[in-house]
T-cell receptor, first 112, second 117 residues
Framework: DSGVTQTPKHLITATGQRVTLRCSPRSGDLSVYWYQQSLDQGLQFLIQYYNGEERAKGNILERFSAQQFPDLHSELNLSSLELGDSALYFC???????????FGQGTRLTVV | AQKVTQAQTEISVVEKEDVTLDCVYETRDTTYYLFWYKQPPSGELVFLIRRNSFDEQNEISGRYSWNFQKSTSSFNFTITASQVVDSAVYFCALSHNTPGTASKLTFGTGTRLQVTL
């Protein structure tokens, strides 16, 4: 158990819908990262938050957004979903940037 | 830009064989971190090791060992006496180690290891 909690584990939704993925980092970790794993793109970095502020952005679509709350949990919002958004979404956390990142079990999103 | 290459897409071995997973990286940073993660069939990503670019010493942890060679930009992973439970996809990753820069992980495409009886 990495200590990073992601909910839900599985999500099935229709095209055009909006979903929210939730992540609770390990106790004491200030940095939260979101990654997308798909068959064609592999593991891709989406966005990083550090102590509530956005630190870095990767190849995150405009339809996607995230935030980190004062209690350090984070949410990834995916809207106007398309079939191609079907993927495994991981959250990871670390104490500071550059530390080993511990990953949650992921949320498997299926868009039908 | 950073890049990680895992040229071996899939490796099959028989239990008790030794196996080495290759990882070659590219970065312009003078300091950086290298990682290995394991993704078993259940899907989670399990952290195995982090290596600072300052430290070129090889590391051994039980049946696992890592060979970091800065001269060839490689960070290879060897499993000794492989077991069926080692069957998984293994990812090599790279991140910055410079204050003030984003520390996201850049992953390779992974190597699927299949260990059979």
């Amino acid at each position: 158990d990495s200590g990073v909690t992601q909910t839900p584990k599985h999500l099935i939704t229709a095209t055009g819908q909006r979903v929210t993925l939730r992540c609770s980092p390990r106790s004491g970790d200030l940095s939260v990262y979101w990654y997308q794993q798909s068959l064609d793109q592999g593991l891709q970095f989406l966005i990083q938050y550090y102590n509530g502020e956005e630190r870095a952005k990767g190849n995150i679509l405009e339809r996607f957004s995230a935030q980190q709350f004062p209690d350090l949990h984070s949410e990834l919002n995916l809207s106007s979903l398309e079939l191609g958004d079907s993927a495994l979404y991981f959250c990871a956390s670390s104490v500071v940037g550059g530390g080993e990142a511990f990953f949650g079990q992921g949320t498997r999103l299926t868009v039908v | 830009a950073q890049k990680v290459t895992q040229a071996q897409t899939e490796i099959s071995v028989v239990e008790k064989e030794d196996v080495t997973l290759d990882c070659v990286y590219e970065t312009r940073d003078t300091t950086y971190y290298l990682f290995w993660y394991k993704q078993p069939p259940s899907g989670e990503l399990v952290f195995l090791i982090r290596r600072n670019s300052f430290d070129e010493q090889n590391e051994i942890s039980g049946r696992y060992s890592w060979n970091f060679q800065k001269s060839t930009s490689s960070f290879n992973f060897t499993i000794t006496a492989s077991q069926v439970v080692d069957s998984a996809v293994y990812f090599c990753a790279l991140s910055h180690n410079t204050p003030g820069t984003a520390s996201k992980l850049t992953f390779g495409t992974g190597t699927r290891l299949q260990v059979t009886l």
